[in-house]
Every structure is written in C-alpha cells, then in structure tokens.
C-alpha cells in the first residue's frame, strides 16, 4: 500500500467511454488517455458531444458507459475533485460580485496555487483595470479572462477547458494557447474543446476527433 | 521528483473546511448587502400585513391578543417563501454550483453554509422585527419571548426543508408554485408544534414540549437535510 502505483499512471485515462441520451448515441465508444504534460483537443461540429464528453469527465453528467480513471484511480469524489479545474460556458462567477470578490471566494473554496494570488492572476489575463467592477458590466470577453484567471489561480493538475477561445480576440487566444503551454510544462494535462475555428498553439497535441 | 506536479505535491495549498466555510459566508453576505432593497421587502410585508390585521377584524384588543400569535408565524412563514425558492437559482443559472461540485469540500457542509447565510440575510430580520409586530397586534408581552423562541427553533428548520425543495425545484421553470405546494404539507407540522408552544404560553400552560420538539426536528434536519439537498443539487447540475 506504501508503494506509489508506476509513475507512468496517466491523470486522467477513459476506456470505452461512450454515453448516450434517450438511447440515442451521444459520443463513444472512445478510448484515451491523458497523461503529464499533454494536451488533448477535442475536435467536433456543433452538437457533436464536445461539451457532454467533458462533463462527462467532470462527474457533471452520470450513468456514461465505460470506465474514467483518475490517476489510475477509479473516478469518484475523492480522486476527481481537488484535481480537475472545469471551464465552462458558464463563468461559475456571481454577476453582482467583482472578479476580485468572485475569485476570491473560489480560493476560499479550492485553496490557491503556492505563490500565486488573485491580483496577480488578474494581471496576467489583462483584466487588472476592471479589478473591482460587478462582473456583469464586464463584456463576454473580459468575463472569459475572469475564468482563466481562476485557472492560474486555484488548483489543480487536470484542465477541462470547454469552447475556452469562445468571446476572446486574438491576443485572448494566444494568452489561452500560453495558459495551456505554461500547465502542461508544470506537469499538468489540459483538455480542450474547440470547433475547429481557432487554431491551436501546439502542433504536438493529440486530437479527438467527435462526431464524424 | 516531480515538483512540477500541482495540487498533489502541494497539499498545503489545498483549502481548509474551515477556510471554505467562511469565504462562501462571506460571498453571501457580500451578495445580501447588494441586494438589501430585495431583503427589505419580507420585512417590509410583515409589518404591512401585521398592521393591516387590526384594521380588518376591528379593534378589538382582546381578540387581536387571542390570534396575534399564531397570525405572526403565518406571516413569518409566508414572508420566508419567495427567499427561498431562489436559494440556488443564480448559481444555477452562472455555473457556480458547477464549481461547487468539483470543490474539495463536501457540497452538503457548502449546502448548509448556504442555508446559515440564508436564514441569517432573510429571516433573522423577521424575528428582530418581531417585538413591534407584537406590538400592532396587542400580542401579550409574556407570550413574546416563547413566540421568538419557537420561531428561532421554527424559521431554520422551514429554511432547511426549503432548501431541499429548492434544489430539487432549481432547475424547473416557475418553481415558485411547485415550491408553495410542496412546502406546505412539510411547513404544517411545524407550525403546529410552534402554534402549540404559544398557544401554550398564552393560557399559562408548559410550553416546553412543543418546543422541544421543534428543537429534536432542527437537530435532525441539521443533519439531514443538507444531504439531501446535495444530492438534489447534483441532479440540477446534471440535467
């Protein structure tokens, strides 16, 4: 019990994933693996089963057939939550509260990275001027740095990142892609949604392709 | 080794319960405090009903100090119901129970917190009103402090019923019926056990057992009652 299971244990691995919704096929059956320092896109048209793979994943949807491993570990509350950071379209965040207030109470809740703290994770995103406005009179772009901020912020060595160039201009995009670069060189796996229209920073990512 | 690892190899970064706790309380709060002018309207139709009932039954101080006590929990539970259909709508709505379900902490002790918070912002200002109700409604001044009582004992067991209802209720369009009509049967025996109690108080009997079993449901539902709601919340989150 003492022993680590073999370092190569990849964080996040699915054998025959497949889910379905009024016994009619979503995605799947898929086989993949995500291990430190990959990145994985997830490639698809629009209703192609993008956004449920990743919920999925994230224990936001249940009953999919198959087996999802966490660290080698069956996946369960104890060995998902803690580790998977979740991007969604949804910001996660209170429109009345600033991004300050609103990642503040997300480190409540997750912890913080060592060394990192909200302001400094505003800044980076380029969202420092708007620190202290309710998130509602942010636009759809600055809303989506907030989430990324929360990236660099909280937590956790599995990003599932739905749809995360949604809203932003072409340096959001790069930031996105330098996010991404800087996770998995940490030792992080990312996992990203797209519909093809961005390119993509690494041209070493793997790619699932949903929905032929 | 592998020092580059987040989260595992860090585990003094990871969020104490305690910590989590008291950043959602103060979320909350800080929420309440933007949104006082909504907080002030249960208030605000408490006193408007209470002193609307003299004027309709006449001004017979006899008769208002008969009914005054079991008038003011009706108006103490219906003044509850719009908060708390909405207890989780927004978060819901902007994916923060989203983040709630992938937090290292358990979502029923986040459910719970919430439900403090709630009950704290939208109900604990009912209750301090509730001297000047007494008041407009000729309540006797010995009954009011077993009134408060079985109210304090009261309002966090309806808040915790609701909750649940809430959860389940969450994901629904016009939920507000749905929640009026499934409140009710479970808000029943609770206002009878706290009727009781004042009833009791008012004709000079004991009234310790009406309220004893209002406190034996409150300790159960404390335990109880945010499970359930996280397994409804987690069902909101799915469909």
């Given amino acids: 019990m003492t022993t680590p299971p073999a370092p190569a244990a990849p964080l996040l691995s699915a054998h025959r994933l497949a889910f379905s919704r009024n016994d009619e096929p979503v995605f799947g059956p898929l086989d993949f693996s995500l291990g430190p320092g990959e990145t994985v896109l997830v490639e698809g048209d629009n209703g192609s089963g993008k956004t449920t793979l990743l919920r999925v994943l994230a224990g936001m949807l249940p009953s999919a057939e198959g087996e999802i491993r966490f660290d080698g570990k069956p996946a369960s509350r104890d060995s998902r939550n803690g580790h998977v950071l979740w991007l969604g379209h949804r910001t996660g965040m209170n429109e009345s509260l600033s991004a300050h207030e609103n990642l503040g109470f997300l480190a409540g809740l997750y912890g ?25 009179t942010l636009s759809a772009g600055q809303k989506k740095r907030v989430g990324l901020a929360r990236l660099l912020l909280i937590p956790g060595d599995i990003w599932l990142l739905d749809e995360p160039y949604a809203n932003l201009d072409r340096h959001g995009i790069d930031l996105v892609n330098a996010l991404i670069a800087e996770h998995c060189a940490r030792g992080g796996a990312t996992l990203v949604t797209s519909h093809g229209a961005v390119r993509f920073a690494d041209p070493r990512a793997r790619h699932i392709r949903l929905g032929t | 080794m592998n020092e580059g690892r987040i989260g595992r ?11 989590a706790c008291i950043a959602l309380l103060r979320r909350d709060f800080v929420l309440a405090w933007r949104r006082r002018g909504e907080l002030f309207l249960p208030l605000l139709y408490a006193v408007i009903v209470a002193a609307l009932f003299p004027f309709a039954l006449g001004p017979d101080p006899e008769l208002l100090a008969r009914i005054a006590g079991g008038v003011l929990l009706v108006i103490v539970v219906l003044a509850m119901l719009p908060a708390l259909e909405s207890m989780f709508r927004a978060d819901l709505e902007d994916g923060t129970l989203e983040q709630w379900l992938l937090a290292p902490q358990p979502l029923a002790l986040l459910a719970l917190i919430r439900v403090i918070a709630h009950w704290l912002t939208t109900v604990l200002p009912l209750i301090v009103v509730m001297p000047l109700l007494g008041v407009l409604l000729n309540l006797p001044v010995k009954v009011l402090p077993v009134l408060i009582v079985a109210l304090l004992l009261a309002t966090p067991l309806l808040a915790l019923l609701g909750s649940v209802l809430s959860a389940l209720a969450a994901g629904a369009r016009r939920s507000g019926i749905l929640m009026a009509l499934m409140l ?10 706290a009727a009781g109690a004042v009833a009791a108080a008012q004709s000079g009997m004991p009234y310790i057992a009406p309220l004893m079993w209002l406190a034996a449901a409150l300790v159960l539902a404390i335990v109880l009652a945010p499970l359930a709601c996280a397994a409804a919340l987690r069902i909101a989150v799915e469909s």
């Fill in chain 2, 9 to 19: 190899s860090m585990p003094a970064a990871k969020a104490g319960m305690a910590g």
């Fill in chain 2, 184 to 193: 009710l049967p479970l808000a029943v025996p609770v206002v009878i056990f």
């Fill in chain 1, 112 to 136: 913080t990275r060592p060394g990192m703290t909200a302001i400094a994770a505003m800044e980076r995103v380029g969202i420092a001027a708007w620190i202290d406005e309710p998130l509602r």
